[in-house]
Structure formats: C-alpha cells, structure tokens
T-cell receptor, first 115, second 114 residues
C-alpha cells in the first residue's frame, strides 16, 4: 500500500519569501511522485513529477522538488513566492509496480501569500 | 493545448436520484480515471478504466457506481441512487499510456445531493 503525508494543512508566507511545502511518502516499491496545484474553482494541474530519473526535479512557475529516498520525502520549494502562487498544493504517489498507476494523494497544503 | 473536459460543472440532485457525470478525455489517451474530493478532504481514487473495462476500483466504488465509455470520446460515471455522502467534487483524468505516468485532470463536477 502507498500513502502520502503532507505536513501543514496551511502555510503562509510573505511575497518574495521561500516557499517550502513538505511531503513524505510510503511505498513498498520505487515510487513515482507528483505535485499538483489547484487554484480556486479549477481542476488539478501538474507542477512537476519524479519518475526515477534526476532526483532534483524542476517544474513550472519556478517550483522544484527533491526526491530523497533515505528520508522518503519529496518536498516542494520555490525561492521567492509570488501572489499568484496562492493555491492548494497536493503531493501524490503512484506505484511504479502497479498496473494502472492510480494516484494516492495527500490531504493538501493551502498556501497563502501575504503582500 | 488539448484538455480534459467535464460536464456539468455543478449538479444538484435529490437523494435517491440517478446522476451521470460526463467526461471527454484527451483524444489519444488510453487510460481513464475518476477521483472524488469531499469538501475539506483529500482527493481519493475511485476507479480506473482501460480497454473498455475496469482495471481497478477502490472500496468506495460500490455497486451504486458504474463507468462506461459509450463511444470513442465520452467517459461517464453513473451513480444509481445518490446518497448525501456522495456530495463531492468529482474529477476525471486521463493518460496516454502507462509510460507517460502523468495524469491530466479535468476541471471537475461539483455534485450536491440534497
């Protein structure tokens, strides 16, 4: 079985500050990991993904995440927050050994950016 | 850029009624999924569908739920007799094939059962 834990249901940062959203996963086989963003009243948009290539993954809008197997973590970072980054962020894991790659999501972290 | 579409965006129904949620996946995609998100909770997997059959379903996906791909473009989720606890946002997703890993999500249908 696979699971995802996102520490912090709500993170608040100032504009220009570092964004750090935490994600830890549990998987019995090598995982594929994803970060999705959900803006108000919209669907889920992929920010970035890890699929066993480079451990440091760069995504859209200046976000990146580092896969750390020893820590079972896949934290999302952005050096400088922008007002437009305010949204809910979901970490998800997919089982690389499975047959259909269903996604298991964390509970999400709501990011607020203060001017 | 191709995208997954879903209709309606919001559906209100009375308890016990049947509802059909519709999705049009991206045209060359082969794998299709339904997820749901109850307000304030995480996104949960319901069912995956490939080659005109269910490949996996969660324990949430009981006999009240069914999925169908009636033609080459639509992918539907039917709830036969809705319950209050079925109120949620339902997302459809698709992917071209397993090797691409990424799932493309639609904007969702908000189902409200009264």
């Amino acid at each position: 079985a696979q699971s995802v834990t996102q520490l912090g249901s709500h993170v608040s940062v100032s504009e220009g500050a570092l964004v750090l959203l935490r994600c830890n996963y549990s998987s019995s086989v090598p995982p594929y990991l994803f970060w999705y963003v959900q803006y108000p009243n919209q669907g889920l948009q992929l920010l970035l993904k890890y699929t066993s290539a480079a451990t440091l993954v760069k995504g859209i809008n200046g976000f990146e995440a580092e896969f750390k197997k020893s820590e079972t973590s896949f934290h999302l970072t952005k050096p400088s927050a922008h007002m437009s980054d305010a949204a809910e962020y979901f970490c998800a894991v997919s089982n690389s050994g499975g047959s259909n790659y269903k996604l298991t999501f964390g509970k999400g972290t709501l990011l607020t950016v203060n001017p | 850029e191709p995208e997954v579409t879903q209709t309606p965006s919001h559906q209100v129904t009375q308890m016990g009624q049947e509802v059909i949620l519709r999705c049009v996946p991206i045209s060359n995609h082969l794998y299709f999924y339904w997820y749901r998100q109850i307000l304030g909770q995480k996104v949960e997997f319901l069912v995956s569908f490939y080659n005109n059959e269910i490949s996996e379903k969660s324990e949430i996906f009981d006999d009240q739920f069914s999925v169908e791909r009636p033609d080459g473009s639509n992918f539907t989720l039917k709830i036969r007799s809705t319950k209050l606890e079925d109120s949620a946002m339902y997302f459809c997703a698709s992917t071209p094939g397993l090797a691409s890993y990424e799932q493309y999500f639609g904007p969702g249908t908000r189902l409200t059962v009264t």
